[in-house]
């Protein structure tokens, strides 16, 4: 991977992380558009969204620490576990669990099988169609999340651990999943961020393995690049998503995927892509 390669995937990474279009998708049809046929692999896919979920981080960090804080008081018994800061601590580690599990269990399949861009096309139309009936409920909902409950917890995460499929997009199927349990746009956007904190982190981190050894031809220095890069394009979305969201619906986006995966789908059945 060249550098100019690492640059653009690392804006497309960062644009498309936090919006319900499926990054692992567009960085996958990107490599294989622009750049010579060459999918960039799911360990680069996998570090680069350290940058972002960097973002979410500073982005949300006095959250973060207050949970944190909370949480860890809960484990000594300074803080009641009932606290709606230490509760939120255990549903991210409960709803993380089952990305965690899935991603373990189905790592060969998703750095092969799933990255078939027929699965991309079927899955940027099929989560299209979740989101619009999700989104349609969205304007009745009235859940916010200090009302999450335990059960919701390990929905939230079943609906994240989807996205292991390139296409399915991690913040539009957990956002999808909390509209139909009732929560309001805001609240199922903001919990889809810190859902993914440990997800993210845990799959970036373990794939680093993987950069520039004999199961990925890229290279550390591109890679680092598209990762900063990634970071601070994401850290200008999520400020632009949150304000967005909270006047807009996500109709904009079911027609944005149907649209990309068309397209996808003509240049497959044409030869320009090779799936």
Same mark, same amino acid.
């Given at each position: 991977?060249?550098?100019?390669?690492?640059?653009?995937?690392?804006?497309?990474?960062?644009?498309?992380?936090?919006?319900?279009?499926?990054?692992?998708?567009?960085?996958s049809i990107a490599g294989q558009l622009f750049f010579q046929g060459r999918d960039p692999g799911a360990a680069f896919t996998a570090v680069t969204q350290l940058g972002t979920e960097t973002a979410v981080l500073v982005y949300?960090?006095?959250?973060?620490?207050?949970?944190?804080?909370?949480?860890?008081? +809960?484990l000594t018994g300074r803080v009641e576990r009932g606290d709606p800061d230490a509760r939120m601590g255990w549903l991210v580690i409960i709803? +993380?669990?089952?990305?965690?599990?899935?991603?373990?269990l189905l790592e060969d399949a998703i750095t092969t099988t799933f990255r078939s861009l027929w699965f991309t096309v079927a899955?940027?139309?099929?989560?299209?169609?979740?989101?619009?009936?999700?989104?349609?409920?969205?304007?009745?909902?009235?859940?916010?999340?200090?009302?999450?409950?335990?059960?919701?917890?390990?929905?939230?995460?079943?609906?994240?651990?989807?996205?292991?499929?390139?296409?399915?997009?991690? +913040?539009?199927?957990?956002?999808?999943?909390?509209?139909?349990?009732?929560?309001?746009?805001?609240?199922a956007t903001r919990y889809s961020f810190l859902l993914a904190i440990p997800a993210v982190f845990g799959s970036g981190l373990y794939?680093?393995?993987?950069?520039?050894?004999?199961?990925?031809?890229?290279?550390?220095?591109p890679t680092i690049v598209a990762?900063?890069?990634?970071?601070f394009v994401g850290y200008a979305v999520i400020a632009w998503l949150i304000k967005f969201i909270s006047t807009h619906n996500f109709r904009g986006f079911v027609y944005y995927r149907l649209g990309i995966a068309a397209v996808v789908a003509g240049l497959l059945l044409a030869g320009v892509l090779q799936a």
């Open positions: 991977m060249g550098w100019f390669e690492a640059i653009v995937l690392g804006i497309v990474q960062g644009l498309t992380e936090f919006l319900p279009i499926s990054s692992s998708a567009h960085v949300f960090w006095h959250d973060i620490v207050r949970i944190i804080k909370a949480w860890l008081g +809960s709803g +993380s669990m089952p990305i965690v599990l899935l991603g373990l899955t940027l139309a099929g989560i299209a169609v979740v989101l619009y009936l999700a989104d349609r409920l969205a304007d009745r909902n009235t859940r916010e999340l200090d009302q999450l409950t335990w059960k919701h917890g390990v929905l939230f995460g079943l609906a994240q651990a989807c996205a292991l499929i390139p296409g399915v997009s991690r +913040s539009g199927m957990t956002i999808s999943g909390g509209l139909f349990m009732g929560y309001t746009r805001v609240a794939k680093l393995k993987d950069i520039g050894s004999g199961t990925d031809h890229t290279a550390w220095g990762t900063i890069i990634a970071f």
